[in-house]
């Protein structure tokens, strides 16, 4: 209902795909938020093992956003600087260099959001 909403009245294919991903990660969450509610009660080890689980799943979602977020914002920052060398060739040196260390600080995070999941990792 909201795609078919959103198609008619914006024919952007940007928007619609945006939509799209956000029905398809809404409904994720909410089927891998509901699945709780049916788990049977805890017994002897089994709060343990839901621990265990929640790590390994919150370290493997963290890095596979991180990736996600790092590898859009290095594409948006190549294809803005890109469109200012083309725009102006002149300014080609002033441009590349913040565009290389700001392509490293927005790796830096992702390599943050590694080591982070690394350390998920050692406590299950």
Do not use: C, H, W
Request: a positive charge; glycine letters at 10%.
């Amino acid at each position: 209902m909201i795609i078919k909403k959103l198609s008619t009245n914006n024919n952007n294919p940007e928007v619609v795909a945006m939509a799209r991903f956000l029905v398809v990660l809404g409904l994720t969450i909410l089927v891998f938020s509901a699945a709780p509610a049916f788990a049977q009660e805890a017994g002897v080890g089994v709060e343990g093992s839901q621990t265990k689980m929640a790590l390994a799943l919150a370290s493997g979602f963290g890095i596979a956003i991180a990736a996600f977020g790092g590898a859009i914002a290095q594409g948006r920052a190549a294809t803005a600087a890109l469109d200012g060398i083309a725009r102006n060739p002149s300014a080609s040196g002033r441009i590349q260099v913040p565009m290389i260390i700001a392509l490293a600080l927005i790796e830096s995070l992702v390599i943050y959001a590694l080591i982070i999941a690394f350390m998920l990792q050692g406590k299950i």
